[in-house]
């Protein structure tokens, strides 16, 4: 399964994302901001780090992006797109995805392990999952707030799109703790927490295990390459 990960200009965490495809058994295919052509890819990630255009709006330059859209189109056709922190604003400034990611409600930039509840196993990227378990990944953003208006917030809760839900605070404001949320085919996801960064011993965040233990994020890839074969 060749799976694309997405580099634009001042990117941060494409390496790690291509790092979690491989660990998670897939072919990890590099892409350029300027591409048009997907290169066969099967799924394409959008990863966090921090993109260009940022100072204008998290994610509205890019958004306009060549190779976005080819992925528009493509995820349309119902190919995975999964989009993490500035992905995930990508995402929404594209039109893939609902809503907006403003500034944090207590206006500073946060880096921290953050426990999500997953809502919701009917996507291509949390389907590895047991619908309510409670996972660990690290989140890191200063831009991190979803927000919507009160009818979209009523449609992502009533159609079970919002994917993970923040527990044991709320870090950002984000409106009803949402965290992570889905188109209504369920193939696009954008999820603010980091997964890319918690797929391997010894890197991730503290578990029961010990130090550094934690592997939450990799059932995410993992889902995904069950979905694909």
Not at 92 to 109: I, M
Not at 111 to 131: D, N, P
Not at 132 to 152: C, R, V, W, Y
Request: hydrophobic letters at 40%; charged letters at 20%; a negative charge.
């Amino acid at each position: 399964m060749k799976v694309g990960v997405i580099t634009f200009p001042g990117s941060l965490d494409e390496g790690d994302a291509r790092r979690a495809v491989r660990l998670a058994g897939g072919q990890a295919v590099e892409l350029w901001h300027a591409d048009r052509d997907l290169h066969g890819v099967d799924a394409v990630i959008i990863p966090g780090g921090f993109s260009y255009g940022d100072y204008l709006r998290c994610g509205a330059i890019a958004a306009l992006a060549p190779v976005m859209q080819s992925v528009i189109d493509r995820a349309k056709d119902g190919m995975p797109v999964l989009g993490i922190c500035n992905g995930f604003q990508v995402l929404c400034e594209s039109g893939l995805l609902p809503g907006a990611l403003v500034r944090n409600d207590h206006q500073k930039f946060i880096c921290r392990e953050q426990k999500l509840r997953v809502e919701s196993t009917r996507t291509a990227w949390s389907s590895g999952f047991s619908e309510g378990a409670e996972i660990t990944i690290p989140l890191k953003n200063g831009e991190g707030s979803f927000q919507a208006h009160d009818e979209t917030i009523a449609e992502l809760e009533g159609e079970g799109r919002v994917v993970f839900r923040y527990v044991d605070g709320n870090p950002n404001g984000s409106r009803n703790d949402i965290a992570g949320i889905s188109n209504a085919a369920g193939n696009v996801v954008g999820l603010m927490p980091h997964p890319e960064h918690a797929v391997e011993a010894g890197y991730g965040p503290d578990s029961p295990s010990g130090i550094r233990t934690g592997t939450d994020g990799l059932i995410i890839f993992q889902s995904l390459m069950g979905v694909l074969r």
